[in-house]
């Protein structure tokens, strides 16, 4: 069965890179450009992992992975912060995300934290 993951990106390009590397390696994915629709999606289906975006027009990403990861249907999914801010990393290690990307990213990378964060659940 094809994991599903979660994007929350507000930059439709970012967006789009990221659908078009994650759906070449086989992965289900949701996407949502605010944290309104993402929380719409999730009463659906609830994905194997989640990529926030810090920056949006509804919302904090570092707030959203506080919420999910204090929350008893979601604190078990692995979720990975993104940010261009440089201040954003130190801010979210408050929330305890699982991992944290930098923008600009590489793209091999992302993959690769991506397969570590849904290898690692698939074993628990």
Same mark, same amino acid.
């Given at each position: 069965? #094809?994991?599903?993951?979660?994007? +929350?990106? =507000? ?5 789009? /890179?990221?659908?078009?590397? !994650?759906? %070449? ?10 944290? #309104?629709?993402?929380?719409?999606? +999730?009463? =659906? ?5 989640? /990529?926030?975006?810090?920056? !949006?027009? %509804? ?66």
């Amino acid at each position: 069965m #094809k994991k599903r993951i979660h994007i +929350l990106e =507000d930059d439709k390009d970012i967006g789009y /890179i990221i659908e078009f590397l !994650l759906k %070449d390696e086989g992965y289900d994915l949701q996407l949502s450009s605010t944290f #309104k629709e993402m929380k719409k999606k +999730l009463k =659906d289906s609830i994905p194997d992992l989640f /990529i926030l975006d810090v920056m !949006l027009p %509804d919302g904090n990403g570092i707030e959203i992975c506080h919420d999910l990861k204090n929350d008893i249907f979601t604190k078990h999914i692995p979720v990975i912060v993104m940010s261009a801010n440089i201040r954003s990393k130190q801010m979210s290690e408050m929330a305890a995300p699982d991992d944290y990307i930098s923008k600009p990213f590489d793209l091999d990378d992302i993959e690769n934290r991506i397969k570590r964060l849904i290898d690692k659940k698939a074993v628990s």
